[in-house]
């Protein structure tokens, strides 16, 4: 059967059902049909074990996070663990493109996974309408008279698709571009904010454009950051949904990893961790971006901390990662190693999960085994695709082990550092760079926001995923390269600085054949070809 058609037959609960088992009380909840809900609960009474699922460099498809942490948290489920599972939500960006939805896969998915690969609660669309409400009155003003005097606009329109026609655009007054909804600022703000209260005040500090003295315009001099509340106000509520296995499940943000941080809102990790036990959550692409990212940006604005890492890993993107182009499976060992090394640098509580496939042999599987034991790495074994909990069990024990363990956490850079050196340290220390090369309109972005007191911001590096370096061709574990500065952007309602490296963009364009081509609706209204 298909994704689709296994979600379609799962034995759903009333969405009452699933927040009870998290003492959710029916006054806390803004229902959307009896199978999803708003959460309007601010905080529970516990201080659940957080344990952070994230992977190596992956394949163009994706190797299975999702999967892996919905798998985990049915096996904990089954061994009546108090257990929370918190998600990013989907873009329709890479639903309708290459990746397909994000909402696991077989027996290991989140339901109504049509719905929620879709249109969801709105939030997408909240966070599109708020960020081109900006856009719409930056252009406003301007054509009113301009009396903010601005000079230059830095605040992108956006658009939940990938739409690689609008990376360049022309208006009435100048050239301009999209960026896809993931990637947006207010994505970002939406998932850092704390409460409504801080998240108004970090929609009022987004910097819109520069004056004719070069000095910063806010949103809250377009007397718009209460509008801008106000769109946002139920989509900053948490959604809550459920595994085919009913384990509780918290949806909530969706920023992509290798633009934006890759993470879902603080809002809704810590009211999980408030309302259970055990806590899974993931981060975007491999742990070079994500982890990275949730480490030395989601970590330090919610004042938390990963309790253990889960590194999944795959025969198939292991065989991606031969530089050879010989499909070895040996030779593709040097990325798990460099993934490995790099969160051995942040936290001593880490396990490497294989999610296994259908066709991975015993040979392959003992290979990756002996590999992480010569490293002293605990390894475990999860089939949660077609086996649902049960074939995460023994990883979910494991995970309960280790959660026994000290843990020695820290951040890859301080905020103190400047911003070349928290560029250099990410560089070296993760990226495995030898050099690092800034364009001149990079040096005097940066020698800007210096004068302007803003270098101890944390940097949310923008990077292909494919590989370590940011060249996606140089797989495995590339050494001695060159990492190439190509812009800088500062997010100052987000409370980051984005760093742009070799040839990323801000808004992904459509494959050769997408996924849109497969997706239909039946005689009897049944969606299909989401997956």
């Given at each position: 059967?298909?994704?689709?058609?296994?979600?379609?037959?799962?034995?759903?609960?009333?969405?009452?059902?699933?927040?009870?088992?998290?003492?959710?009380?029916?006054?806390?909840?803004?229902?959307?049909?009896?199978?999803?809900?708003?959460?309007?609960?601010?905080?529970?009474?516990?201080?659940?074990?957080?344990?952070?699922?994230?992977?190596?460099?992956?394949?163009?498809?994706?190797?299975?996070?999702?999967?892996?942490?919905?798998?985990?948290?049915?096996?904990?489920?089954?061994?009546?663990?108090?257990?929370?599972?918190?998600?990013?939500?989907?873009?329709?960006?890479?639903?309708?493109?290459?990746?397909?939805?994000?909402?696991?896969?077989?027996?290991?998915?989140?339901?109504?996974?049509?719905?929620?690969?879709?249109?969801?609660?709105?939030?997408?669309?909240?966070?599109?309408?708020?960020?081109?409400?900006?856009?719409?009155?930056?252009?406003?003003?301007?054509?009113?008279?301009?009396?903010?005097?601005?000079?230059?606009?830095?605040?992108?329109?956006?658009?939940?698709?990938?739409?690689?026609?609008?990376?360049?655009?022309?208006?009435?007054?100048?050239?301009?571009?999209?960026?896809?909804?993931?990637?947006?600022?207010?994505?970002?703000?939406?998932?850092?904010?704390?409460?409504?209260?801080?998240?108004?005040?970090?929609?009022?500090?987004?910097?819109?454009?520069?004056?004719?003295?070069?000095?910063?315009?806010?949103?809250?001099?377009?007397?718009?950051?209460?509008?801008?509340?106000?769109?946002?106000?139920?989509?900053?509520?948490?959604?809550?949904?459920?595994?085919?296995?009913?384990?509780?499940?918290?949806?909530?943000?969706?920023?992509?990893?290798?633009?934006?941080?890759?993470?879902?809102?603080?809002?809704?990790?810590?009211?999980?961790?408030?309302?259970?036990?055990?806590?899974?959550?993931?981060?975007?692409?491999?742990?070079?971006?994500?982890?990275?990212?949730?480490?030395?940006?989601?970590?330090?604005?919610?004042?938390?901390?990963?309790?253990?890492?889960?590194?999944?890993?795959?025969?198939?993107?292991?065989?991606?990662?031969?530089?050879?182009?010989?499909?070895?499976?040996?030779?593709?060992?040097?990325?798990?190693?460099?993934?490995?090394?790099?969160?051995?640098?942040?936290?001593?509580?880490?396990?490497?999960?294989?999610?296994?496939?259908?066709?991975?042999?015993?040979?392959?599987?003992?290979?990756?085994?002996?590999?992480?034991?010569?490293?002293?790495?605990?390894?475990?074994?999860?089939?949660?695709?077609?086996?649902?909990?049960?074939?995460?069990?023994d990883l979910a024990n494991m995970v309960l082990d280790t959660l026994n363990?000290?843990?020695?956490?820290?951040?890859?850079?301080?905020?103190?550092?400047?911003?070349?050196?928290?560029?250099?340290?990410?560089?070296?220390?993760?990226?495995?760079?030898?050099?690092?090369?800034?364009?001149?309109?990079?040096?005097?972005?940066?020698?800007?926001?210096?004068?302007?007191?803003?270098?101890?911001?944390?940097?949310?590096?923008?990077?292909?995923?494919?590989?370590?370096?940011?060249?996606?061709?140089?797989?495995?574990?590339?050494?001695?390269?060159?990492?190439?500065?190509?812009?800088?952007?500062?997010?100052?309602?987000?409370?980051?600085?984005?760093?742009?490296?070799?040839?990323?963009?801000?808004?992904?364009?459509?494959?050769?054949?997408?996924?849109?081509?497969?997706?239909?609706?039946?005689?009897?209204?049944?969606?299909?070809?989401?997956?």
């Amino acid at each position: 059967m298909t994704d689709i058609e296994i979600a379609k037959k799962a034995n759903k609960l009333n969405i009452k059902d699933i927040a009870n088992k998290l003492n959710i009380s029916d006054d806390n909840l803004i229902m959307y049909g009896n199978d999803k809900a708003k959460i309007t609960l601010e905080k529970g009474s516990l201080n659940g074990k957080l344990i952070l699922v994230t992977a190596i460099s992956p394949t163009p498809y994706g190797e299975g996070k999702t999967t892996v942490s919905i798998g985990l948290g049915d096996a904990l489920n089954r061994l009546n663990k108090n257990i929370c599972i918190t998600l990013r939500e989907p873009s329709m960006g890479p639903v309708f493109g290459l990746k397909g939805g994000a909402t696991g896969g077989g027996y290991s998915q989140v339901i109504p996974m049509e719905d929620i690969n879709l249109h969801f609660t709105g939030d997408m669309h909240a966070i599109t309408e708020a960020n081109n409400l900006i856009a719409a009155a930056i252009d406003n003003h301007i054509f009113r008279g301009n009396d903010l005097d601005i000079q230059k606009v830095v605040f992108k329109r956006c658009i939940d698709v990938n739409d690689r026609a609008l990376r360049s655009i022309s208006l009435e007054n100048r050239k301009d571009s999209f960026c896809i909804t993931a990637a947006s600022e207010i994505m970002a703000i939406l998932c850092l904010a704390e409460d409504l209260k801080d998240l108004k005040r970090r929609l009022s500090n987004i910097v819109i454009g520069y004056n004719s003295e070069n000095k910063f315009i806010y949103a809250k001099d377009l007397k718009i950051d209460g509008a801008l509340t106000v769109i946002l106000k139920d989509a900053f509520y948490p959604n809550l949904v459920q595994t085919l296995e009913n384990t509780p499940v918290i949806i909530h943000g969706g920023p992509f990893a290798n633009i934006a941080h890759g993470c879902n809102s603080i809002a809704a990790t810590k009211l999980a961790k408030s309302l259970s036990d055990y806590v899974i959550t993931e981060a975007g692409f491999g742990a070079d971006l994500g982890a990275e990212k949730f480490i030395d940006i989601k970590c330090r604005k919610a004042n938390i901390k990963p309790d253990c890492v889960i590194l999944v890993a795959t025969v198939k993107a292991l065989k991606y990662n031969d530089v050879t182009n010989s499909n070895n499976l040996e030779n593709g060992l040097s990325n798990l190693e460099a993934h490995i090394n790099n969160l051995k640098k942040t936290n001593s509580n880490v396990i490497v999960c294989l999610n296994k496939y259908i066709d991975d042999t015993e040979e392959e599987i003992n290979i990756i085994k002996e590999f992480c034991n010569n490293k002293s790495i605990k390894f475990a074994i999860s089939s949660a695709y077609l086996d649902g909990g049960e074939g995460a069990i023994d990883l979910a024990n494991m995970v309960l082990d280790t959660l026994n363990n000290e843990n020695n956490f820290s951040y890859y850079y301080s905020t103190n550092d400047s911003i070349k050196d928290k560029i250099e340290k990410l560089s070296k220390n993760v990226y495995n760079a030898k050099d690092i090369e800034y364009t001149k309109e990079v040096q005097e972005k940066i020698d800007y926001l210096e004068k302007n007191n803003l270098s101890n911001l944390p940097i949310c590096v923008a990077k292909t995923q494919y590989s370590l370096s940011d060249d996606k061709n140089k797989l495995g574990y590339p050494k001695d390269h060159t990492i190439h500065i190509k812009n800088i952007e500062l997010y100052n309602g987000a409370e980051f600085i984005t760093v742009f490296t070799g040839n990323i963009i801000d808004m992904p364009g459509l494959p050769n054949h997408s996924n849109y081509e497969e997706i239909g609706i039946d005689s009897n209204n049944n969606i299909y070809g989401i997956s």
